[in-house]
């Protein structure tokens, strides 16, 4: 019996295309701080995207200098922070009557649509004006949040990307008057000094 032999496909590692390798370059959040300009901002008053609003009921666009007819408080909510993003509405909703006593308003600023907007007022008896920042459109604007630096890389616990829990007070001049950046998560969160920057930015 003659034997069998097998003959197996030489692979020809020639044939390989290889993919390119695409370098992301890193680059670091640096949200914008007290002192600089107020960015170029506009939103959208269409298709829910205002939740309880108190500011002034723009038709169509509402540019940055309609925003700044008066102080705006201006903080970033993301429902990935869980119980601290909720803690720093809850203390933004028991400081709103004293932001508008000083003549500001007060905006939260969130990616989550309208109906996750409206469950978070809800559940936690909050009176707050949101907006649908779609695709993080204002919150890149201020630096709070970038593809190129995940919030994961920073804080543990955090699977999705985010805005930084940024809260800012700005002047009808146009200038960023106080910022806060919470990355210490130990319960604080400076009312004062808020309510306090509000009345001076008129």
């Known amino acids: 019996m003659l034997p069998v032999t097998y003959q197996f496909p030489v692979f020809d ?8 390798v695409i370098s992301k370059k890193y680059q670091p959040l640096k949200p914008l701080q007290a002192g600089q300009l107020t960015p170029d901002i506009k939103l959208i008053n269409k298709n829910g995207t205002w939740l309880n609003s108190k500011i002034r009921n723009y038709e169509g666009t509402v540019f940055t200098y ?33 932001i508008l ?8 600023v969130t990616a989550e649509g309208p109906f996750a907007q409206a ?11 949101f907006y649908h920042d779609v695709n993080h459109e204002i919150a890149r604007k201020f630096n709070v949040f970038s593809e190129e630096d995940p919030i994961w890389n920073k804080f543990s616990g955090i699977d999705v990307n985010a805005p930084l829990l940024a809260t800012y007070v700005l002047s009808p001049a146009g200038q960023i008057v106080y910022d806060h950046i919470d990355t210490a998560f130990n319960g604080s969160f400076p009312v004062e000094e808020i309510i306090n920057a509000t009345k001076n930015a008129r």
Do not use: C, D, M
Request: glycine letters at 4%; a positive charge.
């Open 119 to 129: 469950e978070v007022n809800w559940k936690h008896h909050f009176n707050l004006s």
């Open 66 to 98: 309609q925003l700044l007819s008066k102080p705006l408080v201006i903080s970033f909510y993301a429902e990935a922070w869980n119980r601290k993003g909720i803690h720093i509405l809850k203390k933004l909703n028991a400081i709103q009557n004293e």
């Open 101 to 108: 006593a000083a003549g500001g308003n007060l905006l939260i």
């Open 13 to 20: 590692f020639t044939e390989l295309v290889h993919e390119p």
